[in-house]
């Protein structure tokens, strides 16, 4: 079979759209925002460090809406839902943390050991890096912008989470993620 050049241009373009098609489908996609370049973790936590600590006392975890908390500064889930209803008793936890002026707010985060936890950060004043070293997420949240990062609580303790471009956690902003 013998193509004459108008069927050669013909597939050499129809060759180069699907290319170009491919490449821009790949280089638009999405980077994970959460630890271990993907989005959940199923590794454990089992060590202290300096951003692992031990709880020497349980932390209340609020329902959605709650409004009588006693721990102070404690964030409030905007969402809840049985992570495998029937099946286990995690839950998947949604929260709004808002940062400004160098703070987290609310700058504190209290679930269940085996809960699915999601935290929307939202920057109002500058850039901000969120970094979580020991379940391995690292996420930028943009001035008016927001970013969610998404990890499975899987070791009790206390977490704490902090900015390193502003100095890390001597510096601030600087919050903890209580795993009861």
């Known amino acids: 079979m013998k193509l004459d050049k108008q069927e050669k241009i013909l597939i050499t373009v129809a060759v180069i759209i699907v290319i170009i098609i491919v490449i821009i489908i790949f280089w638009h996609q999405p980077a994970p925002v959460s630890q271990n370049n993907s989005n959940s973790s199923s590794s454990t936590v089992s060590q202290e460090s300096p951003t692992h600590k031990s709880l020497t006392e349980a932390v209340p975890v609020p329902s959605v809406g709650q409004t009588n908390v006693a721990t102070t500064d404690l964030a409030i889930p905007i969402a809840t839902a049985s992570e495998a209803p029937g099946i286990n008793q995690s839950q998947v936890r949604a ?33 901000y890096d969120v970094y979580q070293p020991d379940y391995g997420w690292l996420v930028t949240v943009n001035k008016g912008k927001s970013a969610q990062v998404v990890f499975t609580a899987n070791s009790s303790g206390r977490f704490t989470f902090y900015c390193p471009s502003c100095g890390g956690p001597s510096k601030g902003p600087i919050g903890y993620i209580y795993v009861n």
């Open 95 to 127: 929260f709004n943390i808002s940062i400004s002026a160098d703070q987290f707010s609310p700058s504190k985060v209290s679930v269940y050991n085996g809960d699915v936890v999601h935290i929307i950060f939202a920057s109002t004043d500058k850039n």
